[in-house]
């Protein structure tokens, strides 16, 4: 079997295999693929399962490159662990998952008519997308409720998605490993799931593999069984990274999908995932659109306003 991909620029293609060709050699050593440079291209060859995880893993070290500018030996190493090696290093800590971790006062009510049907379409459909400004509670309800299938034992994890794409920054700029890099990215999800979990709850769910927040570009190659997924500022989505998302799912799992598609980020010429799948996915039994506006705003009384005033400004223009 063999599989390939478009070579970016020497320069990127240096800084992809490492110096010395060190991310390279790690990926031909996990995978046990032939892996060449050849007419433009990164070509692959082996067998079938050889050459999957091989392609999947250069792909995403690509995205990972293209979005931050580098990518180091701890990002390959996550990359090519397997799902059995993940499981090995962080252990099994479900037998505490009930009980003491959850916070009883926080309860899950909507605060406007827009946010009570998010809620219900959550329960009756597989996938929704919620689409709308900012302050409307998009995040916040879809935590709540993957937090309540948690607890009621309808899902056994919950994973938390967001592409590192913000206002034409990389990450390359920021100091740390992947994951200090990400966390600015991610800090808006931990806030919503420290809400439902008493004190020093959230690492414990982390450590235990009940709760993952990672970056969208290592969703590739993946299938999540039983989990609650969320994909949070779903508008920097291009629509290949859509699609490589949504294909993630697996057996009773659910899926939600929010953005505000006022605030894109991606470069010029690239089109959001989130505002494409408006026209395709639409009317298939199981997925459903939610659309959330000014009105269901809960944040500050002046974010209500400030959204109305863009929207005259972008009505003026």
């Given amino acids: ?93 479900r037998g505490f998952l009930p009980g003491q971790i959850f916070r009883r006062s926080v309860g899950v009510d909507p605060k406007s008519e827009g946010q ?83 004190f020093g709850q959230l690492q414990r769910l982390i450590d235990g593999d009940i709760v993952e927040i990672v970056p969208l570009a290592f969703m590739r190659g993946r299938t999540l069984d039983e989990a609650f997924i969320i994909l949070d500022e779903a508008q920097n989505t291009t629509s290949e990274q859509m699609k490589m998302f949504l294909t993630r799912m697996g057996s009773r799992s659910k899926i939600v999908v929010t953005g505000d598609i006022t605030q894109i980020d991606l470069g010029p010429g690239k089109p959001s995932g989130l505002v494409e799948v408006q026209s395709f996915l639409r009317g298939i039994p199981g997925i459903a659109f939610v659309y959330l506006s000014k009105a269901d705003i809960v944040r500050h009384p002046l974010v209500q306003r400030i959204v109305e005033a863009y929207e005259h400004r972008h009505r003026r223009k």
């Fill in 116 to 198: 009570a049907g998010y809620l219900r379409e959550i329960d009756a459909n597989d996938i929704v997308f919620s689409i709308g400004p900012a302050g409307t509670g998009k995040t916040f309800l879809a935590v709540a409720k993957a937090v309540e299938r948690l607890k009621r034992g309808d899902v056994r994890r919950i994973v938390l998605v967001r592409p590192a794409v913000e206002a034409g920054e990389r990450l390359g700029f920021l100091p740390g490993d992947i994951q200090a890099k990400v966390n600015p990215y991610l800090r808006p999800i931990y806030d919503s799931l420290n809400a439902f979990l008493e």
């Fill in 1 to 93: 079997m063999e599989k390939s991909l478009p070579i970016p620029d020497r320069e990127d293609l240096q800084k992809l295999f490492g110096p010395y060709d060190r991310h390279l050699k790690a990926v031909r050593q996990a995978t046990r693929a032939d892996i060449v440079v050849r007419d433009g291209h990164i070509r692959i060859r082996g067998t079938a399962d050889a050459v999957q995880r091989a392609y999947e893993a250069l792909a995403s070290m690509l995205e990972i490159l293209l979005a931050r500018g580098e990518i180091g030996a701890r990002d390959v190493e996550t990359l090519l662990k397997t799902p059995t090696e993940e499981s090995a290093e962080k252990g099994d800590l």
